[in-house]
């Protein structure tokens, strides 16, 4: 067996290591105590609800942040996000042309008892069935370019690709790539998305619609038994709310804290918070297939319209967040200074000439159109509304519940829409996902964005070439081109800033604001 080329594919190749992107440090996160921590619940509070934990319909990182401790990936990133390392698979090969990967996995693997098995074994047929229905499936197509999924023995799996794709391990570590059972998948049907079933640290065990879902202590997990007995995950839309159940006890873990709450949390000797450079931005998508944003004078006098600074600090008055101006985060090494600057040369405020723009465009008297948001996206959109009334733009926002703006979004139903993008250092997962042609349809992309030299240059990114430093440049060309398009209003740089009880033992804020909660790095308890 060949070495698993863990960091000569890996750092060399992929390149993941955050420290290449300069300001992408991480902090250490979590209070890592000599205090004995086991047993109790552990409550975490997510700042949206959720629409299914189903891996191939999850469209949020409130959904996955639970299902990371339903199911298991094949490979998963350590808690700073600078390495993949094994997980059900135990080693793997790679063939010198990059588009066979062979894994070993581990033997000693158990589902959670459900109604249709009774906790058996896990095998490569299990990954084989899981991987070709999120290939199949996925909502978001979280795995692409394979060719055939071969289970050489229970114990190994040989996954051929149509052409080397150099972020393939990365998108193994999707939680929608888990490990499910067939029987349990197919025995429930529709309503697995609400009874999932895991090879996790914790088993599912109840859901109460908008307001909780309850995991329970997988006592027979294969890493490291859980210290929790059980973890609750509560939906706290309102930030100010969260902020004061935590500080009132009634939570142990605020997720998302940003306002008031960054200086209440810090002067709590209760409490600590947790901060790291994020893999998150925010930003607000034009639909360009239809309405007045299709044409790209509008797009550009809604750009020169924009305040930035303004909105960053009036959403973020506590430092939270940076302007933004790619659809990148500044963390990933994909990022480009050159774009950036090209960006800036041609963004606002400049409202006369947005004004003169408009006029060009058929829209002298502006128009009225509407935008879609979750709550927690309210601030920005009510003062991008603000923005530009002053060119004549009349907007009304229409706050929803996740699900609804998951499914308007994705069917490109949005005039107008802001939401936020977290996910791995490669830029691959931020540029494929939101701007390939080939996601239209999926949440990703609900603006129906196309263009052909983009999505020829997002494939070469992946499939000529693994070495970093040369996909970058290939990304840069996408990027000069998607900047002169405008698709996005690009608006904020996210922190990912966490409020921790001081009880809470070992737990980590990861860049890309996922939650883990056992892993080989980090078995989260709470203190005696």
Not at 213 to 237: C, G, H, M
Not at 323 to 331: I, K, R
Not at 422 to 441: N, R
Not at 506 to 526: C, E, H, K, Q
Request: negative net charge; proline residues 3%.
């Amino acid at each position: 067996m060949k070495s698993r080329l863990l960091k000569t594919v890996l750092l060399g190749s992929l390149g993941l290591l955050l420290a290449a992107c300069g300001s992408g440090k991480t902090e250490e996160s979590g209070k890592e105590t000599n205090q004995a921590s086991s047993g109790g619940e552990l409550r975490i509070a997510l700042s949206s609800g959720i629409a299914t934990l189903d891996p191939i319909s999850y469209t949020a990182v409130y959904e996955s942040n639970i299902m990371r401790s339903v199911f298991d990936t094949l490979v998963t990133y350590n808690k700073d996000l600078s390495e993949i390392v094994p997980n059900l698979a135990t080693e793997w090969e790679i063939s010198d042309d990059l588009k066979t990967y062979t894994f070993k996995l581990r033997d000693d693997v158990h589902f959670h008892e459900g109604e249709f098995q009774d906790g058996r074994l896990m095998t490569a047929e299990d990954v084989k069935y899981s991987l070709e229905r999120s290939l199949n499936e996925s909502a978001m197509n979280r795995l692409r370019n394979i060719k055939e999924i071969t289970v050489v023995s229970d114990t190994e799996i040989k996954i051929e690709l149509e052409t080397p794709y150099a972020a393939f391990l990365a998108m193994l570590t999707d939680a929608g790539n888990s490990i499910v059972p067939k029987e349990e998948v197919e025995g429930m049907g529709d309503e697995f998305s609400r009874h999932p079933v895991g090879t996790g640290p914790y088993a599912f065990a109840e859901w109460m619609t908008d307001d909780f879902v309850r995991l329970e202590k997988n006592a027979d997990y294969w890493q490291a038994e859980p210290k929790l007995d059980s973890v609750k995950f509560t939906f706290i839309t309102d930030g100010n709310m969260m902020g004061n159940a935590l500080q009132s006890g009634d939570i142990d873990v605020a997720t998302d804290i940003k306002g008031q709450n960054v200086e209440l949390i810090e002067n709590n000797s209760e409490l600590s918070l947790e901060k790291s450079d994020g893999l998150s931005i925010g930003y607000l998508a034009f639909n360009m297939k239809e309405g007045p944003t299709k044409d790209l004078k509008v797009r550009q006098a809604m750009n020169l319209a924009l305040n930035r600074t303004e909105l960053v600090e009036g959403v973020y008055k506590y430092g939270e967040a940076k302007e933004a101006y790619l659809p990148l985060p500044q963390a990933s090494w994909g990022y480009s200074k050159e774009v950036e600057k090209q960006v800036k040369d041609a963004s606002g405020p400049n409202l006369e000439e947005a004004k003169k723009l408009l006029a060009e465009a058929g829209y002298a008297d502006g128009f009225d159109i509407d935008i879609y948001v979750a709550e927690s996206r309210v601030p920005a959109a009510t003062i991008f509304q603000a923005q530009m009334e002053k060119i004549g733009i009349n907007i009304s926002i229409k706050s929803v519940e996740w699900g609804t703006f998951s499914d308007t979004v994705s069917k490109g139903k949005a005039p107008l829409y802001i939401m936020g993008w977290s996910w791995y250092p490669d830029p691959d997962f931020f540029l494929y996902q939101m701007l390939d042609s080939k996601q239209i349809g999926a949440l990703g992309n609900g603006g129906g964005y196309t263009n052909p030299e983009v999505d020829k240059l997002l494939a070469q990114a992946t499939s000529e070439t693994s070495d970093q430093e040369a996909r970058a440049k290939i990304y840069e060309e996408a990027l000069a081109l998607i900047a002169a398009d405008l698709p996005h209003l690009d608006l904020y740089d996210q922190d990912i800033i966490v409020g921790l009880s001081n009880k809470v033992d070992g737990f980590n804020v990861r860049p890309d604001g996922t939650i883990v909660l056992v892993s080989a790095d980090t078995n989260v308890g709470l203190a005696e």
